[in-house]
């Protein structure tokens, strides 16, 4: 099932996701949906948030679904180690058009859950690095253009604003 996926600024968005404690059907329903999802909208990640959800699930693929390899599902994931930086820009299903050069690591360790409750520890470079930190950040409750300069955040509200105006955000 497609789920619909919230804009900027639903508060959702903002609001910091609950742990995962039950791992059944249900969870296993919800992660198939934001991958199905996903693909739909040719991302490579999604956060529960984005679909209306605060709790601390997450999925990934760089493929676009090409590659079942590459499909991550990360539950309760937190970033255990980071190593130099990087600045590349970034996109999100929730800010549609907007993309923007954004400060990360350039590589992370995470440790997370799969959607069995088994827990896995993961390295990232490059983009799985910067999806891994992205999508963390969502299940945080912090969004891409809070991780702008004042500057780019600002100029990137008023877009949001003026197709807020014209009714195409
Ligand atoms: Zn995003």
Redesign the pocket.
Known sequence: MILKIVKYPEPVLQQPGEPVAEFDAELRKFVADMFETMYASQGIGL?AQ?VGVAKRITVIDLSLGKDPAQKLVLINPEIIEREGKQYEEEG???FPEIREKIPRAAKVRIRAQNEKGKWFEMDGEELLSRAFQ?EID?LDGVV?IFRMSALKRDLNLRKIRKMQREGTW
């Open positions: 956060a984005q999100c299903l929730s992205h969502h891409f």
